[in-house]
Every structure is written in C-alpha cells, then in structure tokens.
C-alpha cells in the first residue's frame, strides 16, 4: 500500500490471536495485512454511503414538497393545515435526525477504527521478525 501507515496497539482474545496466526501460515498474509483487511472490512460496513444520504434528503424533499402543496390548498381549514404543517415537520425532523445519527455513527466507527489500526501496527512491531 502506498498510504502512510501508523502505529497502534490492538487487545485480543488468545482465541482471536490464535485463529488470526492460523490464516497467516494459511495464507502466507503477514499478520499487519490481515489486520487491516479487518479493519476495511469494519470501514465497509458501518461507511455511511452516498445512497443513504440520498435517501434521507429524498424524505426531506418530499416533505417539503408536501408543506409546500398545503400551503397552496385552496381556502383549507387553519387548524387542519397547523395539522398538516405539523406532521410534514415532524417527518422532516425525523430524517434529518436520522441522517445525523448515521453521519456520528461513521465518525464513531471511524475513531474506533484508527484506534484498532494503531493498535494492529504496534503488535507487528513488537512481533519479531520473520525468517526465512
């Protein structure tokens, strides 16, 4: 990888030291290696992608466009348009809250992430040199 790497520590069970010792005599990957494919593997998971972005400013414009047609109902009724108005506002609040909620989740499972590839990168070093 061409990436600039960093150091860090990561705390695992026996079992998981154990099994990840077993994919490096199977596949020949150095332990560095396989730990930053878990970490990917992580990144991909909890990756806040465009399409989700998508649709929560989808829910929002539609909620808009909702506000925006009972505004233009012809003589409605006050108190069944504060009605309306408050629903719509409640679904747009809704979305962007959520949307929120996913954008402090990536950043969380980002920090974690370079907390457990520092962790990873100081293991190999401490991990003695392999000879041939």
């Given at each position: 990888?061409?990436?600039?790497k960093?150091?860090?520590t990561v705390?695992?069970t026996?079992?998981?030291?154990d099994a ?9 990957k ?6 930053r494919?878990?970490i ?7 990756a806040?992608t ?16 909702k506000?925006?047609a009972?505004l ?20 747009l609040?809704?979305a ?5 909620q996913?954008?402090?989740e990536?950043?969380h499972?980002r920090?974690?992430?370079r907390r ?14 392999i000879?041939?």
């Open positions: 990888m061409s990436r600039k960093v150091s860090s705390w695992m026996a079992e998981q030291r990840l010792r077993d994919i490096k005599r199977r596949t020949g150095p332990m560095a290696v396989l730990h494919e878990g990917d593997s992580v990144v991909e998971q909890y806040v465009k399409a989700d972005i998508a649709v929560h400013a989808d829910q929002a414009l539609e909620a808009a466009r506000v925006h009972q233009h109902m012809p003589h409605p009724k006050l108190s069944e348009l504060a009605q309306h108005v408050e629903r719509l506002h409640r679904d609040s809704n962007l809250s959520a949307l929120r996913s954008t402090a990536a950043s499972a920090e974690q992430l457990v590839f520092q962790a990873a990168e100081e293991a190999l070093a401490a991990e003695p040199p000879t041939r």
